[in-house]
């Protein structure tokens, strides 16, 4: 058996083919072309269609009327606005149905996480019970159930149901009394402010004050009680300047008060319940992958139960419960887009909805409709990555 | 000395921490806040049981075929039996059932062949449900051959119509899912880039945007002498919403596998594709498949969402159905039978994946 000699005449050159970087290169500049010959046939096509269809281009329909009512809106509109107008509206109510979902279902998934862990045998089973049913049902048909079945058939108007004489429920929605606010009301909103700032500096010196002397002080209920109570007091000082104004029936339907539409209150109740699901398993795994080892140690050091559970298995926890909770609260915004379904008045809804079938102007329309989730998607990654970033564990 | 050569008969557990009132004591009523909360639960449990129970069995009406069959106090399933095989087959012809049910059993044997351990020849039967299968069904389902009526696809739908959007989306999205991984990946700028872009985008919109960009803006991007069915441009939509997901699977899953293993391959003088074909892939394969079926979960739940760009998939079909004038007011129970079709499916996979994830538990995560 000869061996080949290994040693290349020098000046030699292998082929360009068996070069790495060369092939690298050359690969790179064929997908180049490639994607931007396949965007050309795109871009060639859409061009040659809209034009055969007499549809010009360009975000100019955006000033024109809208010439359409929608049923909730956060700002001033009417029929008259424009089109403009109703991607911000749309935008809003998206926002405010996120916002609330993910309040609630942060509150329901972090409650049922939690007694899903319960030393109770009946406690646990039955959150598990709850994510078991909940996650595994598709959100548009919970949307529907608690929107076509459960909503659509209360009574009408003049059987309402009554919660006291402030809060009604029928087929048109809820109907709460509305909060008035008088001359001096202002007042509050700037203690309320005061109180926020007053907090955080006797947090801050109160973990300096920690750190130098070893003592500290319940901080925690300090700063509850300095939040709301110093807003109670003045608001008492300056004798209550509020007057609710109460929902009253007046013939077929109320009037006055605060009017929750149905479309918000089932798209709001499917998806906090579902969200929830998904978090309470978040929250129950974050809590199972800090090691028994760490609570034993803590315990060690004689600290007591109240302060393991704060300074040693939370703080962990919430490493690894963050991540995973921000990508289910952007699903939940994304998912917020399922109102269209049942015509609560949300972006897509009303912009990728309404708007686009009375302009005809799809391109632009979902382009901007992408582009909202895009960049939410994209503020939250950059949360996410500076959150990862400071709470790293610090390794060898 | 004193040697006791006997062995001391067993004692019984001391009384109170064996049989039903120490586990009572143990796990409900140890102490008096947990006591709270078990009556709590109890009670809880009791306004949710027996009313269900009561409305779902003791007073419902199961036989007939009109709504006058129905006494109206508890459930009225003759609802969903009279429209039990449009739930199922959507608007499909009713004398090419047969064709469907085929289908529908050939999926079932496959799918309890690859999930079953113990049968043999997994490797032919994964390729013949990838190559061969669609090719049947598609033959079947949509019929114009071999003297098979044809069936266009509007009609497909219910059950059907779920499956089908679910399981080609799968099986579509797998191969761009694993392309894009590697692409992200991999040390060439520009491909990574691309894939970055492609793979962020997808997940960044909801799911419903991409069906109305499929709907909407497909046929402008395509030249109009062209028209894209239906169900076709929304399992465009699907394949390419899921293989975004599927991607970052993947991704996950060449993560866990050390460096050392794709390394020692090429030392072997391996090519990139030897390595990632035959060292990297197949352990990364093994360690992916349970988020694999997680995601195929989420697909699963959101093919509903087809119904909003005009398909009656089983949601679709439900909601078709109780807007019907003879059938009027029917709406919980048409939504409770699809809640329960959706549940066993998602449930029984979700087990599935953590009976798998148990027995994959090699050893290799670190």
């Known amino acids: ?396 | 000395m004193i040697h006791n050569k006997e062995t001391i008969p067993q004692q019984p557990a001391p009384k109170g921490t064996i049989g039903p009132i120490a586990w009572l004591r143990g796990n409900l009523f140890n102490g008096p806040i947990n006591s709270i909360f078990t009556l709590l639960g109890l009670y809880v449990l009791y306004l949710l049981v027996v009313p269900t129970v009561q409305w779902a069995f003791i007073d419902a009406d199961w036989i007939g075929d009109s709504r006058e069959d129905c006494s109206r106090v508890g459930a009225c399933w003759v609802f969903v039996n009279a429209r039990f095989s449009q739930f199922m087959y959507g608007l499909y012809p009713s004398e090419e059932y047969w064709r469907a049910n085929i289908v529908f059993a050939m999926f079932a044997g496959i799918i309890a062949w690859m999930v079953i351990p113990r049968l043999p020849f997994k490797r032919w039967m994964a390729l013949f449900a990838l190559l061969i299968f669609p090719v049947i069904s598609y033959v079947l389902l949509h019929g114009g051959y071999f003297d098979l009526p044809r069936v266009s696809t509007h009609r497909w739908g219910g059950l059907m119509l779920t499956l089908l959007l679910a399981t080609v989306g799968m099986v579509g999205a797998l191969p761009i899912g694993i392309v894009l991984a590697l692409g992200r990946r991999s040390n060439m700028p520009i491909v990574k880039t691309f894939c970055v872009i492609f793979i962020e985008f997808w997940r960044g919109v909801p799911l419903i945007t991409i069906l109305f960009m499929a709907s909407v803006m497909l046929p402008l991007f395509l030249p109009s002498e062209l028209s894209v069915d239906r169900l076709v441009r929304a399992l465009i939509g699907l394949t390419l919403f899921q293989s975004a997901y599927m991607a970052e699977v993947i991704r996950g899953g060449l993560q866990a596998i050390p460096k050392g293993q794709d390394e020692a391959a090429a030392a072997l003088g391996m090519t990139y594709w030897k390595r990632m074909g035959l060292i990297v892939m197949p352990q990364a394969l093994k360690m992916m498949i349970p988020g694999i079926v997680n995601t195929f979960i989420s697909l699963f739940k959101d093919t509903t969402l087809v119904m909003i760009i005009g398909l009656f998939d089983l949601l679709g079909i439900v909601q078709a159905a109780l807007s019907d004038s003879r059938w009027l007011g029917f709406s919980i129970e048409g939504y409770v039978f699809a809640a329960f079709v959706f549940w066993i499916f998602c449930f029984s996979m979700s087990r599935y994946s953590q009976y798998l994830e148990r027995k994959l538990n090699t050893g290799h995560k670190q």
């Open chain 1, 1 to 396: 058996m000869s061996v080949r000699p290994n040693v290349r005449p020098a000046g030699h050159k292998p082929p360009f083919w068996r070069d790495r970087a060369k092939r690298a290169l050359i690969f790179q500049l064929i997908l180049v072309a490639v994607v931007a010959a396949f965007l050309i046939y795109i871009i060639g096509n859409t061009q040659a269609n809209l034009s055969a269809r007499g549809i010009t281009t360009g975000f100019g329909f955006l000033g024109n009327t809208a010439g359409f009512g929608i049923g909730q809106t956060l700002i001033e509109y009417s029929s008259q606005s424009t089109y403009g107008r109703t991607f911000v509206i749309g935008l809003l109510n998206t926002l405010l149905v996120g916002g609330l979902g993910v309040i609630a279902a942060s509150i329901i998934g972090f409650i049922v996480g939690i007694a899903r862990l319960s030393p109770n045998w009946l406690i646990a089973k039955l959150a598990n019970a709850y994510i078991e049913t909940f996650r595994n049902i598709p959100l548009l048909l919970q949307i529907f159930f608690w929107y076509f079945a459960v909503l659509r058939t209360l009574p009408s108007a003049r059987e309402s149901m009554a919660f006291g004489e402030a809060i009604f429920l029928n087929v048109r929605g809820l109907y709460l009394p509305q909060p008035l606010f008088e001359s001096g009301f202002g007042l509050i909103p700037v203690t309320f402010v005061v109180a926020i700032i007053a907090s955080i500096a006797l947090i801050v010196w109160n973990k300096r004050r920690h750190e130098a002397t070893g003592k500290r002080l319940p901080v925690f209920w300090m700063s509850l009680v300095i939040i709301f109570g110093l807003p109670l007091l003045v608001l008492v000082a300056t004798g209550v300047p509020i007057t609710w104004e109460m929902p009253v029936l007046r013939g077929f339907n109320f009037g006055g008060g605060i009017t929750i539409i149905p479309e918000f209150l089932a798209l709001w109740l499917a998806l906090s319940i579902y969200t929830a699901s998904f978090i309470a398993e978040i929250v129950r795994s974050g809590i199972q992958a800090i090691p028994h080892g760490q609570t034993e140690a803590a315990q060690a050091l004689s600290l007591p139960r109240k302060l393991v559970l704060r300074l040693v298995v939370i703080p962990q926890a919430m490493r690894v419960i963050i991540p995973p909770l921000t990508s289910q609260y952007l699903n939940l915004i994304k998912n917020s887009s399922l109102a269209t379904a049942i015509g609560y008045p949300d972006l897509v809804s009303v912009f990728a909805g309404t708007t686009l079938n009375q302009t005809g102007q799809a391109i632009e329309v979902i382009a901007m409709t992408m582009a909202v989730y895009l960049i939410i998607s994209l503020l939250v990654s950059m949360f996410m990555n500076w959150f990862n970033a400071r709470v790293a564990l610090v390794e060898r």
